[in-house]
């Protein structure tokens, strides 16, 4: 699978690229989030801007998680956002940096103090392994005369958690040229000696669908608004949000497993989308094809229809804390998830993360998952990536799973996430939340164990391919809780009970305070109003400093 993901990256990518470079971004004015996406379609763009450059010239092939973090320097001013970004160019660094500020000037930056706010901010920090200085050889001693001139390695690169944080995320290992560190040492070195009240955060933006006001800048696609955010904490022990949200699932099919006939009728999904919104739901999952084994098959056309009248129906809806809920598409085809987020829809979740139902992959997955990454680059929404070995109708071999479950799931998932996020036309990765598919193409004793052992599918620690993205935890009313309910007692005083699905609240619950302890930053539920006082209570457990 890992050769066949990854020629799907290398064929997307520019072949006549010298140069890898890596570029700081930050945004503390007006739309921080849009600024910033604005700014990355604008580097791929240079023969808008610059005369008798191709446009080939450049491209983003990986991106950092995105943060938030107390200014520097001057701190009397907002919170910027910031990250980084990997370019392969053959612009030579002067005319790259000639790029950097007409894109600063066309997203809305103005001449302001030095380090005060600015609409966007591009920083050349790394070119290749090279040490540039365009000033005067008398001038290069100081930090001074740095405006119009290059300075590479970035001069104050080495004390910017910032800049340090965001490389760390993609090259990690990479050695500082001048100090002879990796960025990862380097790193640590900061974090060590900082002392700053307001750490950082790293964060989920969502954008805003549909489109009100139409703002078209010359050969990129329109950027949404993106004026909210889920945020996550940056630890190197397990990572936690700042608030578990609860993701209400609404399942507009006559088969689902859970619910299904119940809240596919246009009235009953509103109604059930309303209550659990004022129930304390963060984000509303519909979905329009189920699935469950043996699921009667539903064309794109179809689909569509189910979920696109429920989401225009919310957001119409005369009570505004519904009309403006987060909805997010349940889906695996791309047409389906284009038409709901541009019906109204903040973000995607695919179970079959980009590479549709067949398994083994196929060239068609191959296929499925350019376009979806297209289309969800195109969108700039957040994507949620779960792992699953195709139809669940039709792949029963749960057991090979190469150095247990926990890590094939980390490398078979993170062999998706790779490929999603990395080359040319890549969705930026701090729109990935992973799900590790409980439920999905796994025994029960593999699913207890996913739960147990959360929070080390995306730890801290080479070489995990999921590294620090926020995670998502689905296991409401699964066929595994009611298979262990099943199960006599050890001593056999109680023989266990056969359940339906709705039966399984308790078991939920269960799995629920699991999740909450493990650090998962969404939990996915059908039960809101009991689910949120499992997260509520299990969040002040687990949340409390002394466990940290």
């Known amino acids: 699978m890992a050769g066949l993901l990854a020629s799907s990256v290398r064929n997307v990518s520019s072949s006549t690229a010298k140069h890898n470079v890596a570029i700081a971004l930050g945004s503390n004015l007006g739309d921080r989030f849009a600024n910033i996406e604005t700014a990355l379609r604008l580097i791929e763009q240079p023969n808008q801007l610059l005369a008798n450059v191709a ?9 950092s998680f995105m943060y938030e973090t107390a200014p520097m320097y001057v701190t009397d001013q907002p919170r910027f956002a910031n990250c980084a970004c990997l370019v392969e160019t053959n612009m030579e660094p002067r005319i790259l940096l000639k790029l950097l500020k007409r894109i600063e000037t066309t997203v809305g930056r103005v001449p302001s103090i030095q380090n005060g706010p600015r609409a966007v901010d591009l920083d050349i920090i790394l070119y290749d392994n090279e040490v540039i200085d365009t000033r005067a050889e008398g001038r290069r001693d100081t930090l001074d005369g740095l405006a119009d001139e290059l300075v590479v390695p970035h001069p104050r690169m080495a004390e910017r958690e910032f800049v340090l944080r965001p490389l ?13 560190k990796s960025i990862r040492t380097l790193l640590d070195d900061v974090i060590r000696q900082s002392n700053v009240n307001f750490p950082m955060f790293k964060i989920t933006p969502f954008a805003d669908y549909p489109i009100a006001e139409k703002r078209q800048l010359p050969g990129i696609h329109q950027v949404p608004p993106m004026g909210r955010y889920w945020s996550t904490h940056c630890s190197n022990d397990i990572q936690r949000p700042t608030k578990v949200r609860l993701m209400a699932t609404l399942n507009a099919t006559p088969d689902s497993f859970s619910d299904g006939s119940v809240n596919n009728a246009l009235s009953a999904a509103l109604t059930y989308s309303a209550i659990s919104v004022r129930a304390g739901a963060d984000i509303i999952d519909i979905g329009g094809y189920s699935t469950r084994p043996g699921a009667a098959f539903v064309s794109p056309e179809e689909e569509c229809q189910r979920v696109v009248p429920i989401i225009q129906a919310i957001r119409s809806h005369e009570d505004q804390d519904v009309s403006s809920a987060l909805i997010s598409i349940d889906t695996f085809r791309w047409e389906v998830a284009e038409a709901a987020v541009l019906a109204g829809a903040n973000c995607i979740n695919d179970v079959y993360s980009f590479t549709g139902p067949e ?10 998952l350019l376009k979806m990454r297209e289309v969800a680059r195109k969108l700039a929404v957040p994507v949620i990536l779960m792992h699953s070995r195709g139809d669940a109708g039709s792949n029963k071999d749960y057991s090979q799973y190469k150095g247990g479950v926990l890590e094939g799931v980390r490398v078979e ?9 990395k080359g040319k ?15 999905f193409s796994k025994t029960v004793e593999a699913n207890c164990a996913l739960l147990r052992e959360a929070s080390s599918m995306i730890a801290n620690t080479p070489p995990n391919p999921l590294a620090g993205y926020p995670q998502l935890i689905g296991s409401s009313r699964k066929s595994f809780l009611g298979a262990i309910l099943e199960r006599p007692d050890a001593d056999g005083t109680y023989r266990g009970r056969k359940t339906q699905p709705k039966e399984r609240g308790w078991a939920t619950a269960a799995t629920v305070a699991c999740a909450v302890q ?3 930053s969404v939990v996915r539920v059908h039960d809101v109003q009991d689910m949120r006082d499992v997260v509520a209570v299990a969040s002040a457990i687990w949340s409390h400093p002394s466990y940290h």
């Open 55 to 63: 446009i080939g010239a450049i491209s983003v092939v990986d991106t």
């Open 425 to 439: 036309g890549g969705v930026r990765r701090w729109f990935v939340i992973v799900d590790p598919g409980i439920g």
């Open 413 to 421: 998932l993170g062999e998706k996430v790779e490929a999603i996020i």
């Open 168 to 180: 760390a995320d993609m090259i990690p290992e990479f050695v500082h040229p001048v100090h002879k």
């Open 518 to 520: 493990q650090g998962a």
């Open 359 to 368: 398994y083994p992959l196929t060239q068609t997955s191959e296929m499925h």
